[in-house]
């Protein structure tokens, strides 16, 4: 199994950038962030590929920023821009499988942390 462990949220005020931290005990073929703000539905906020492909939500695109330090075992989110849109609970997932695509799929998640734009 894949431990994922987030860290980062908080409260912040529009604009203000935010970069949240996910440790994990294990890689995966695709890593990635999703969120679920009160009263939605989970959504797909952004996904890396083992082979570095990135793929992002519409509407995050051109704001939000998915990297990773694999040799220390973490990915990010760099949130810049954020809006009050974006608050939500963001889980960092993981998969063996599959195109990395933002579905809700992923085999392995962490417990979240959570983000609020005000």
């Known amino acids: 199994h894949v431990q994922l462990v987030e860290s980062g949220g908080g409260s912040v005020q529009a604009g203000e950038s935010l970069r949240l931290t996910c440790e994990y005990s294990?890689?995966?073929?695709?890593m990635g962030w999703f969120r679920q703000g009160p009263g939605k539905e989970r959504e797909g906020v952004a996904s890396i590929s083992g082979d570095g492909r990135t793929t992002y939500g519409d509407s995050v695109k051109g704001r939000f920023t998915i990297s990773r330090d694999k040799s220390k075992n973490k990915l990010f989110l760099q949130m810049n821009n954020p809006k009050p849109e974006d608050t939500g609970r963001y889980y960092c997932?993981?998969?063996?499988?599959?195109?990395?695509?933002?579905?809700?799929?992923?085999?392995?998640w962490g417990q979240g942390t959570q983000v609020t734009v005000s």
């Open positions: 997932v993981a998969e063996r499988y599959g195109g990395c695509a933002l579905v809700s799929n992923y085999g392995y």
């Open positions: 294990q890689s995966r073929y695709c």
